[in-house]
């Protein structure tokens, strides 16, 4: 099968398509032939050379992974060949202390897809049939790559970290990135009021096309509290979700209502956040970070897709073999949602 790898990674990586043999099915794993697999920013910046925590050498990359399942080894009783599904973002034991609670993202037997184990920038992955999750009717299977990550990692984030309510006001920094521009219309299928904040004026109307979402344009030094505030009343927002990280951190603290909670999901330039705790500490405020997406999560997820609810916004599809030009449009940041790449037919 053909299979990209990460050659060499840099500001203009070598990625390269080459063959390989065929995965190996372990008797617990699922074949899946691979509809499509997101290309994520987590990847660009392994790509860039920017990243490299817990990325084995060699691995074949990508996590955002919808495909159909071909065969199925011998123990496998969950999931049938022929059958639509996503993957999980890691692999599970299903018994540690962790997953009986239903946090098998972060199992501690846990291997990343992408990362530790050979992800979905190929024509076949094999997998743990544990982590498959079965696509509904009426869901793309193309779109529905998307649905672990980010979808998924927006509704933990959003209902499980920060358990927004029906009713609360929710401000999504970075509301045009691929997280966010997923992470408003899950906050307004719960029922929130959605404030987004982009720096991107050609985002805006992409943005108020998702749904009732208003849009605040920002720039790298406004601090965009003082709008936050004003579109508030004076209150701010009951839940923040920062999918930045530091670059916003401060002004996302001061957007806040009294007892307000900052969910943070993304650092994208890996400083330091810079603040003063008496912030957090007058408005009784919560700062939680949130990561990943159990598969309960993940059926949520394709759930709020087959309803309409959550519509995955596809930037473009790629051919596999296009990598390199799809990881040049994302650094240049004028994508809105997700490139996904598809790998060839055979
Ligand atoms: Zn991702
Ligand atoms: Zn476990």
Redesign the pocket.
Known sequence: MKALFLEAPGDKPDIRLRDVSMPHVGENDALVQIAACGLCHHDVAVMAGLLRRGVRPDIIMGHEISGVVQRVGASVQTIDEGDRVVAALTS?????D??RVGR?YR????KGVGHAIHGGFAQYVALPATSLVPVPDGVDLVEACVAACPVGVGIQAITDAARVQQGETVLVAGAGGGLGAHAVQVAAAQGARVIGVTTSPDKIQAIEALGDIEVILSTEDLDFSEIAMALTGDEGADVVVNTVGSAVFASCLASLSQFGRMVVMGEVTGANANFSLTEVLFRDATVVGSTGASPGNIAKALDLMSTGAVKPVIHQRMDLSNAEDAFKHVRSRQVFGRIVLIPPSD
């Open positions: 599970f034991c299903g018994n540690c962790r997953c098998q199992c501690r037997e846990g």
